[in-house]
């Protein structure tokens, strides 16, 4: 079985602010990791996902994130933020190997930037 | 127009009334899904489907139902509301490269059970 645990429900920051959203996970197979972003009023967008290779995961809008397989995480990044990033970020895994392509999500964190 | 389509966007209805969600997409995937957000609780599965002659149920399928009308089309039902199925219901499709595809989801639909 899988689990997903964001380690924060909610961070504030101010704008141009760096900023890490904290995401373990746990599972008994190997995964597939991903961060979709909730922007108010509408449904999740896939921001990155971590496949296979390098660690480091670049994707849209300046975020980045970093596989960490010892420590069983990946944290998000963006190393200066601004006030269109408020959003809610959703930590998810799915189990390589699997067809089913399901997803396993965390409980969000709520991202809010203030100026 | 968007990839994923739910209707309606909003719903108040009544104890006990029958509700249907409706799910469309236009991204030719074989591959939907039903989750329901609540907060602070992430989302959760409640049914999935691989093709119109496949459904399974995901960890939370009690007091739901769903139909694969068509590829493009996958309906969640409640037979029966209740409050407590008072929540955000998202419809999405994914890539048909199984674990690795990347998901789409619709806008959503918030459900209120009074």
């Known amino acids: 079985a899988q689990s997903v645990t964001q380690l924060d429900s909610q961070v504030p920051v101010f704008e141009e602010a760096p900023v890490e959203l904290r995401c373990n996970y746990s599972s008994s197979v190997s995964v597939y990791l991903f961060w979709y972003v909730q922007y108010p009023n509408q449904g999740l967008q896939l921001l990155l996902k971590y496949l296979s290779g390098s660690t480091l995961v670049k994707g849209i809008n300046g975020f980045e994130a970093e596989f960490n397989k010892s420590q069983t995480s990946f944290h998000l990044r963006k190393p200066s933020v601004h006030i269109s990033d408020t959003a809610e970020y959703f930590c998810a895994v799915s189990s390589r190997g699997s067809t089913l392509g399901r997803l396993y999500f965390g409980r969000g964190t709520q991202l809010t930037v203030w100026p | 127009d968007a990839d994923v389509t739910q209707t309606p966007r909003n719903r108040i209805t009544k104890t006990g009334k029958r509700i249907m969600l409706e799910c469309s997409q236009t991204?030719?995937?074989?591959?939907m899904y039903w989750y329901r957000q609540d907060p602070g609780l992430g989302l959760r599965l409640i049914y999935y489907s691989f093709d119109v002659k496949d459904i399974n149920k995901g960890e939370i399928s009690d007091g739901y139902s769903v139909s694969r009308q068509a590829q493009a089309k996958f309906s969640l039902s409640l037979e029966s509301a209740i409050p407590n199925q008072t929540a955000l219901y998202f419809c999405?499709?994914?890539?048909?490269?199984?674990?690795?595809?990347?998901?789409?989801f619709g806008q959503g639909t918030r459900l209120t059970v009074v």
């Open positions: 999405a499709t994914s890539e048909g490269q199984g674990a690795r595809g990347r998901a789409f």
């Open positions: 991204k030719g995937h074989d591959r």
